[in-house]
Nanobody, 125 residues
Framework: QVQLVESGGGLVQAGGSLRLSCAAS????????MAWFRQAPGKEREFVAA????????SYVDSVKGRFTISRDNVKNLRTLQMNSLKPEETAIYYC??????????????????WGQGIQVTVSS
């Protein structure tokens, strides 16, 4: 089993920045990919970014490229999402997820094995 805990959410004005962290514990050796998803009220959960656990290769949804950066700290077992130039429409609950299956270009939530509890990000206009 793997446990994921998100931190760092909150309220920010449009154009501002937030940094989310995901702390992983348990059988982390089994993980191949860690990702961030988000879900706004009334909408489906959508992929935001992913990082290969060991190689550090990354992928992003087009709408966040150039503004968001996913990174890793293997010593602390942390994966972070730096979010810059945030927009009001990016208000959502952000989830950390991990999967044992390889492949950072797999965007369906159903392919992920483990999920954090989610953390609220609110961007005011």
């Amino acid at each position: 089993q793997v446990q994921l805990v998100e931190s760092g959410g909150g309220l920010v004005q449009a154009g501002g920045s937030l940094r989310l962290s995901c702390a992983a514990s348990g059988q982390t050796d089994s993980m191949n990919v860690m990702a961030w998803f988000r879900q706004a009220p009334g909408k489906e959960r959508e992929f935001v970014a992913a990082i290969a656990w060991r190689s550090g290769v990354t992928s992003y949804v087009d709408s966040v490229k150039g503004r968001f950066t996913i990174s890793r700290d293997n010593v602390k077992n942390l994966r972070t999402l730096q979010m810059n130039s945030l927009k009001p429409e990016e208000t959502a609950i952000y989830y950390c997820a991990a999967k044992t299956r390889a492949g950072i270009y797999e965007y369906r939530p159903g392919l992920y094995d483990y999920w954090g509890q989610g953390i609220q990000v609110t961007v005011s206009s």
